[in-house]
């Protein structure tokens, strides 16, 4: 059986989504990063980043989420579109979300929640990028259904794993400026598996705190121990 090496966070959760989707049997292992689980000799023989998602499917290790994406949809030739021009959009605009707007969001949530002293050149940065990243799949969305065309991907499926936290980054406003990406990311999130992948976490206990030992797992390099 599929282990799926899970936190309940933006790119876990693409992973979740796409395995619900999928109707793929697998054994949840949670990975407790708010405790540094991601940093114990165990899980980095899995992925030696440290980081979640990661999977062990019939004996074939793959981490970060867009290549768990494209390794399920390859094996199970589904969620990836036969067609020579939609597939080619559905790799380039994972790729847009893998290079891009994952990154970005990341950034962003540190810049502008976690970071030990407010950095305005860093949180403008970043957030303008997030918006601007928005704006071109909203442009996108506004002339197709789904970012590959009318076919649902796996790129619909990276886009809303952050998509889907938008307002931690936005505000209140969400994705109201993006009414095209918030049309796709309603859509997602009504779908059954969008539900089954979000009541995941409903069965693990995890550490919720943000606290120090939090920060030195979550963000290792900024630990003067490590530097």
Avoid: C
């Avoid at 949840?28 to 899995?46: C, M, Y």
């Avoid at 979640?52 to 074939?60: H, L, M, R, S, T």
């Avoid at 793959?62 to 959009?89: M, N, T, Y």
């Avoid at 307002?167 to 309603?186: F, Q």
Wanted: proline content about 7%; glycine content about 4%; charged content about 20%.
């Amino acid at each position: 059986m599929l282990s799926f090496y899970f936190h309940p966070s933006p790119n876990p959760m693409k992973v979740a989504l796409m395995l619900e989707e999928l109707h793929t049997p697998f054994k949840l292992v949670a990975v407790d990063t708010f405790k540094g689980e991601q940093h114990r000799p165990g899980f980095l023989s899995i992925n030696p980043n440290a980081k979640v998602p990661a999977i062990v499917d019939d004996g074939v290790t793959v981490f970060d989420s867009h290549a768990i994406l494209l390794h399920l949809a390859l094996k199970h030739g589904r969620l990836l579109p036969d067609d020579a021009a939609e597939r080619a959009q559905a790799l380039s605009w994972l790729m847009f979300v893998a290079t891009g707007l994952s990154p970005f969001s990341g950034q962003a949530v540190h810049f502008l929640h976690h970071a030990p002293t407010p950095l305005p050149y860093a949180r403008n940065r970043y957030l303008k990028e997030v918006e601007r990243h928005y704006r071109v799949l909203d442009a996108r969305l506004a002339t197709s259904r789904y970012l590959a065309g009318d076919e649902y991907s796996i790129a619909d499926i990276a886009l809303w794993g952050w998509a889907n936290f938008a307002g931690y980054i936005l505000g209140e406003a969400g994705l109201s400026a993006y009414p095209n990406v918030k049309r796709l990311v309603d859509e997602i999130s009504a779908r059954p598996a969008a539900a089954r992948a979000h009541a995941l976490k409903d069965t693990l206990t995890l550490k919720v705190e943000f606290d120090d030992e939090t920060r030195r797992a979550l963000f290792p390099t900024n630990d003067a121990a490590t530097v």
